[in-house]
């Protein structure tokens, strides 16, 4: 399995913007943002395979890009124009097997860190 390690959470006012990063110890096929608000399930945020192709929740298109270094096994998210709605804890995920869906399996997961949006 992918050891990973997130960081780059904070607290923020809305409307401001935050970029989290993420440490694979490896390879991957496919690697995800989650979140998860107190009380609420966990939602797919965004998806980037390892040729560069993207997907975003609805909720998310236009104000978070998700981005890779493959050299670094590093991914990212910036998220601008931050809303109250996007508090939660972000985890960062990845896969080493084909298909890269907020559906797909995947095999390893980071610790989270918290984005917590004032209004």
């Known amino acids: 399995q992918v050891q990973l390690q997130e960081s780059g959470g904070g607290s923020v006012q809305s409307g401001g913007s935050l970029k989290l990063s993420c440490a694979a110890s490896?390879?991957?096929?496919?690697m995800a943002w989650f979140r998860q608000a107190p009380g609420k399930e966990q939602e797919g945020v965004a998806t980037?395979?390892?040729?560069?192709?993207?997907r975003y929740a609805d909720s998310v298109k236009g104000r978070f890009t998700i981005s890779q270094d493959n050299a670094k096994n590093t991914l990212y998210l910036q998220m601008n124009s931050l809303k109250p709605e996007d508090t939660a804890m972000y985890y960062c995920?990845?896969?080493?097997?084909?298909?890269?869906?907020?559906?797909?399996?995947?095999?390893?997961w980071g610790q989270g860190t918290q984005v917590t949006v004032s209004s």
């Open positions: 995920a990845a896969r080493i097997n084909y298909g890269c869906t907020f559906l797909s399996r995947f095999g390893s």
């Open positions: 490896g390879d991957t096929r496919c």
């Open positions: 980037i395979t390892s040729d560069g192709r993207t």
